[in-house]
Nanobody
Framework: VQLQASGGGLVQVGGSLRLSCVGS????????MAWFRQAPGKEREFVGA????????DYTDSVKGRFTISRDNAKNTVYLQMNSLKPEDTAVYYC??????????????????WGQGTQVTVSS
C-alpha cells in the first residue's frame, strides 16, 4: 500500500503549484485524506483535509482562500492546488490517509498512510 506525492518544485512568490497524491495497493475512496507540510526545524503542520466524497473540506487559517483540496476517487488521487504562494509556504508537503477509527483530523498521529513528501520552495 502506497501513497505517491508529486508536483512540488521551485516557484516565485505569487505563483501556483498543483500537488498530486496517487494511491496504490488499496482504494482510498472511503478515507478522509489530508495534506500536511513540514518546514526545516518545525513540526509537521496540518494544511487541509477533504472528506471521502469531497463534500466537505477544512484548511488551516494560513492557507484559506489560497489552497484547495480536491479528489478523484476513480483515479485514487487527491490534489492540492496552491495559489498565491508565499515564502512561508516553503516546506515538504505530505499527503496522508486518515484512520477510520479517529475523529481527530489535525493530529498527524491519527493518519495510517503517508506519502513520501514533495518539496515546495517559494522564492522571493
Amino acid at each position: 500500500v502506497q501513497l505517491q506525492a508529486s508536483g512540488g518544485g521551485l516557484v516565485q512568490v505569487g505563483g501556483s503549484l498543483r500537488l498530486s497524491c496517487v494511491g496504490s495497493g488499496r482504494t482510498f475512496s472511503g478515507d478522509l485524506m489530508a495534506w500536511f507540510r513540514q518546514a526545516p526545524g518545525k513540526e509537521r503542520e496540518f494544511v487541509g483535509a477533504i472528506s471521502w466524497n469531497g463534500a466537505s473540506s477544512d484548511y488551516t487559517d494560513s492557507v484559506k482562500g489560497r489552497f484547495t483540496i480536491s479528489r478523484d476517487n476513480a483515479k485514487n488521487t487527491v490534489y492540492l492546488q496552491m495559489n498565491s504562494l508565499k515564502p512561508e509556504d516553503t516546506a515538504v508537503y505530505y499527503c496522508a490517509a486518515h484512520s477510520p477509527d479517529s475523529y481527530k483530523i489535525y493530529d498527524p498521529n491519527e493518519y495510517d498512510y503517508w506519502g513520501q513528501g514533495t518539496q515546495v520552495t517559494v522564492s522571493s
